[in-house]
């Protein structure tokens, strides 16, 4: 049964300091009549405030990644968190989140509208190496279909999700121990990806991440145990079994 909402809410994750980052996507949403809110999250960027450690565990997710989790990815995770929990607090039926550096197409006003109507819990708007259920498909409109997701893509730049998947997300999650395009395993929730995208990132010569700028320090440890374990080959057999969308 479809949810009809009585609001689709937009949140754009942002820090205090970063006006002139998110300047493009403000002038995109009111040139689009479409209202919004200012999340500003958890600063990692000088290191991750002290309060914060109670609720991450680093040596899980070392152990999962392979590295150290840079304070800054732990800082994007933790701000997505907290917009999930400020969803459910609230009572929003449903929500887009953006990140403040996100591009907005043409048709992404269109969307909104066809969104009043939950087609699903987690919706990406934008993704890379989404695997799906290639005939598990949903039309959201005359323009955009929703491919089912079997294992979680990359990217949280633009994504919608119901009050019942921010429950879920919070519940999967427990203590932040992944990146933030993940920090738990999507697939368990309804959730699929949007084709074509209507948000897209900003090219690399033009972003700025300042998880990009700790991460590439961090030096990954050795790999070959990763062939032991039941999640490698569960994702090998995920990766060449179902479609990846372009």
């Keep these: 049964m479809k949810i009809i909402n009585k609001q689709l809410h937009i949140f754009i994750l942002t820090l205090k300091d970063a006006s002139e980052r998110r300047s493009s996507l403000i002038e995109a949403l009111e040139e689009m009549n479409l209202s919004y809110e200012l999340w500003f999250g958890v600063d ?21 990644l392979r590295r150290e989790l840079a304070d800054a990815e732990f800082a994007c995770a933790l701000s997505h968190n907290e917009i999930y929990k400020s969803i459910v607090d609230r009572g929003i039926t449903s929500a887009i989140i ?25 919706l990406l708007l934008d993704h890379k190496k989404a695997r799906v259920a290639w005939r598990d498909v949903l ?48 697939s368990t929730l309804d959730c699929r990806a949007l084709m074509p995208r209507t948000v897209t990132s900003p090219p690399a010569d033009v972003a700025i991440s300042h998880i990009h700028e700790q991460r590439k320090n961090l030096v990954a440890s050795s790999t070959s145990m990763r062939f032991l374990t039941p999640t490698y080959w569960k994702r090998w057999w995920l990766k060449n079994t179902y479609k990846k969308l372009r």
């Design 139 to 186: 039309q959201i409109n005359t323009d955009l279909k929703a491919y089912r997701v079997v294992l979680p893509p990359e990217l949280t730049t633009g994504y919608y999700i119901t009050q019942a998947g921010a429950v879920k997300m919070l519940a999967a999650t427990g203590k932040i121990s992944g990146v933030a395009d993940w920090p738990c395993d999507i």
């Design 44 to 64: 990692g960027r000088n290191g991750l405030p002290a309060e914060y450690e109670a609720v991450i565990d680093r040596f899980d997710a070392q152990k999962k």
């Design 98 to 122: 953006l990140e403040d550096d996100a591009c907005i197409g043409a048709g992404f006003k269109k969307l909104t509208h066809a969104l009043m109507s939950s087609p699903c819990e987690l």
